[in-house]
C-alpha cells in the first residue's frame, strides 16, 4: 500500500519507492510542476527532458551533498502520456541498479492525486531515497503553493529519523 510518507517494500533482491499523494492543484499544474524542466528545476533540480517517449531526461538533484558526478540522473522516456503519466529510465553513477521512475496523476475533485513508484532500488539505496523523495516532493508542494521552499537537507534528516525502520518486506 502506497501513502503520502511514501513506502518501501522489498520485492525479491530489490526495493520499491511508492508516494501517493493528494494535491489542491489541477492536474496540469502537477504536471508542469513535474515535467516543465524550469518548473522542475525550482524543487528538484536542473532539469532537461525531451518531452516524448523515446526523448531523454537528464537532471542533477538539488540538495544531496555529493559530488554532481555522482547524483547526475539520465534516462530514456518509456511513456509519455500528458497530463497523465510521465515514465522514465533512472540511471546514476551512485546506484548499482538501472531503474526507473514513473508519475501517474489522477483528476480528484479540483485536485490531483499523484501516484509515485521508483522501481529497480537495492534495498539500501531505496532506504536512502524514501527519505531524499519525500523532501523533493514537499518542496513540490511549497512550490505550487508558491511559499518558501525548506531545506532539502533539514527535510531529509527529519524524515530519515521519523521512518527510522519504516520497510515493508513482501
Known sequence: MTDREGKLTIEGDLAVLRFERRLPYPVEAVWAAITDPQQRGQW???????AREGGRIEMIPDGPGVPTEH???TGRIRVWDPPRVFEHEWHQPILAETGSVRYELTPDGEGTVLRFTHRGLTPR???GFLPGTHAFFDRMEAYLAGEPLPDWATRYQEVARSKNGGTNHA
Open 44 to 50: 528538484l533540480g536542473e532539469t532537461t527532458i525531451d
Open 71 to 73: 547524483k547526475k540522473m
Open 125 to 127: 539505496d531505496g532506504q
